[in-house]
């Protein structure tokens, strides 16, 4: 288990195997060596105390260590599902011809790389039961890292897609993206 924010809440939680050689020295110094895979896991995952999810991390994803245990690589995918959200709030009625059953199971996807104590997150959202010609429509809508962040935003927090053509609650809008412009810098500390 690994506490990424004690004030939060947030740990990574995982079953696994790996061949770690740890070094103790006399003045408290730890060191450590090695790639621990993890094969089951959680990470439990809040954003300013609104959003809860847990995350089920990806079988395969990796914790390297390489010296001090707070340096470590991670290397590590995690997932949230929704088990229904509406493309018609993405996507114009214009452009939905292609959309046979407009209601989606939606995967939240949260890749988590570099070092422990700084990770870089990257978002994505996968639709494991849909066409590729689905996919393709939905990635042309969701096309830069902004979009992403603030569709994976609506989607932990309200279980829908956000409607970027939507002007009418300005205040809801604004508020969304400072929560989303905090979400992108996101630093997670260790203890």
Request: proline share 4%; with cysteine; glycine share 8%.
């Amino acid at each position: 288990k690994i506490i990424m924010d004690p004030v939060a809440g947030d740990y990574i939680s995982g079953k696994g195997t790996g061949n770690i050689r740890t070094e103790f020295y006399n003045k408290g110094d730890v060191k450590m060596f090695g790639s621990y895979q993890i094969n089951q896991g959680v990470y439990k995952f809040s954003l300013q105390e609104v959003i809860r999810k847990d995350f089920v991390i990806k079988n395969g994803s990796t914790i390297t260590f390489n010296g001090a245990p707070l340096d470590a690589n991670l290397d590590i995918q995690a997932s949230y599902t929704v088990n229904s959200a509406s493309l018609n709030d993405l996507i114009p009625e214009e452009s939905s011809s292609i959309i046979q059953q407009p209601n989606v199971k939606v995967n939240c996807i949260m890749n988590l790389s570099g070092i422990l104590v700084r990770p870089t997150i990257k978002l994505g959202i996968e639709l494991p039961n849909e066409r590729d010609e689905v996919q393709a429509l939905v990635r042309n809508y969701i096309s830069t890292d902004e979009q992403m962040n603030m569709q994976i935003l609506y989607l932990l927090g309200i279980g829908k897609f956000y409607m970027e053509n939507n002007t009418g609650n300005r205040q809801s809008s604004d508020m969304m993206s400072s929560v989303s412009v905090s979400y992108t810098h996101l630093t997670l500390p260790t203890t």
